[in-house]
C-alpha cells in the first residue's frame, strides 16, 4: 500500500462511529503515545459472524485508518476467522514501510478486534474497557483534552494518584 491510502482512511475513515445495538464493544489504547481505539460489533448468533462492525478513536494518523482499514476486512468475518488474523498481515496491509516505525498503533485495532472477539465468543457481559484504557481517558480528561506522548509523563502522573 502505499501513503495516499492511509491517508484516504484516515481522511474519510470507513465504518466510523458508534452503534446502539452492539453486541461487543471493546475499548484498547496505546497510553504512552495517546491513540485510543473504541470497536462496536454486531454477532450473529449462530455463525458467530461479524455482521456489523464500527470504531471511534482518537490517536494518530496510523492508528486511526488501520482502524478503517480493519473494518472493511472485519465484516462478515468469524470470531474464529478473527482470532486467526495477525498483526504480521495488519502490517502488511498498511504497507510494512511505511508502518514499521510505529507497530503498536498499527496494530491497535486488530489487537483490539481480537480482544473484541474473545469477548463475543463468551456469554454475559460483552462491553468492557481495560485499565489501560480506563487510565488513558482519565489523563486525556486532566490534560484538558490533551494526550501527554511521552511515557515519563504518564509515569509521574500514575505516580501521583
Not at 456469554?123 to 481495560?130: A, F, I, L, Q, Y
Request: with cysteine.
Amino acid at each position: 500500500m502505499d501513503l495516499d491510502f492511509i491517508l484516504d482512511h484516515y481522511d474519510m475513515p470507513r465504518n466510523h462511529g458508534a452503534f446502539a445495538d452492539a453486541d461487543v464493544v471493546q475499548a484498547g489504547g496505546v497510553p504512552d503515545c495517546g491513540d485510543l481505539v473504541t470497536i462496536y460489533l454486531k454477532i450473529d448468533p449462530e455463525t458467530e459472524r461479524v455482521m456489523r462492525y464500527a470504531f471511534e478513536g482518537e490517536g494518530c494518523t496510523i492508528s486511526q485508518a488501520a482502524a478503517s482499514v480493519l473494518g472493511e476486512l472485519a465484516t462478515s468475518m468469524t470470531l474464529t476467522e478473527i482470532e486467526a488474523f495477525d498483526a504480521t498481515t495488519m502490517m502488511e496491509l498498511l504497507g510494512r514501510d511505511l508502518v514499521r516505525s510505529r507497530p503498536r498503533c498499527a496494530t491497535l485495532a486488530v489487537n483490539t478486534l481480537k480482544g473484541a472477539g474473545a469477548v463475543g465468543a463468551q456469554p454475559g457481559d460483552r462491553k468492557r474497557e481495560t485499565p489501560d484504557v480506563m487510565f488513558s481517558r482519565w489523563v486525556f480528561h486532566l490534560a484538558g483534552g490533551r494526550y501527554w506522548t511521552r511515557t515519563s509523563d504518564l509515569i509521574r502522573v500514575k505516580d501521583a494518584l
